[in-house]
C-alpha cells in the first residue's frame, strides 16, 4: 500500500506542530502511565466542542485488568485507561485520538461510557497491529 499515492493528497509535512511518532516497542502493562488527547468535548453537558486538541493523564491497564473493570467485552487487541483523579477521561468524540507514553504511539481512543464518571476508557492496541504496519512503513520510507 503506497501512502503518499493512494491514501494522501500529498507528503506529510511536519513541524513545530506536526511531528512523526515512534510506535510501541512494547506492549502495554499494568499502571503504565500516558497521555491521551483528542479533539472532544470540554464540558459535561456536551454542549462544548474543543477549538484545540485536550490532554489528559491517565493510567493504562491491560485487557485483562480491563476486563474485569468494564461491563463489555474487551478483547486483547485493547487496553484501558483511567484518569488518575478519576473525574475526567476521554469523551465519546475522542474516538480516534491519541495514547502516548514514554514517546510511543501505544493506542487509539476507541470506547467510553461517559467523560467524567470515572470509567476506564478503551483503546485500540497499535502493538496489535505492528506486523501490518511495519511492512507498510517500510515499502514507503524505501521509496
Request: a negative charge; charged letters at 15%.
Amino acid at each position: 500500500m503506497k501512502l503518499t499515492k493512494e491514501l494522501l493528497k500529498s507528503e506529510i509535512q511536519f513541524n513545530s506542530v506536526q511531528k512523526k511518532i515512534n510506535l510501541p516497542t512494547r506492549d502495554v502493562f499494568d499502571d503504565n502511565l500516558g497521555v491521551l488527547a483528542g479533539w472532544g468535548i470540554s464540558h459535561v453537558d456536551y454542549t462544548m466542542i474543543s477549538d484545540r486538541l485536550l490532554k489528559i493523564p491517565a493510567t493504562l491497564f491491560n485487557f485483562v485488568s480491563c476486563a474485569a473493570e468494564i461491563p463489555f467485552i474487551v478483547y486483547e487487541n485493547q487496553f484501558c485507561s483511567v484518569h488518575s483523579s478519576n473525574t475526567t477521561g476521554p469523551c465519546p468524540v475522542d474516538s480516534g485520538g491519541s495514547v502516548v507514553s514514554n514517546g510511543e504511539l501505544y493506542g487509539i481512543i476507541s470506547m467510553t461510557e461517559h467523560c467524567v464518571n470515572g470509567s476506564p476508557a478503551v483503546h485500540t492496541k497499535v502493538y496489535s497491529y505492528l506486523n501490518f504496519i511495519r511492512p507498510i512503513l517500510k515499502q514507503n520510507l524505501n521509496d
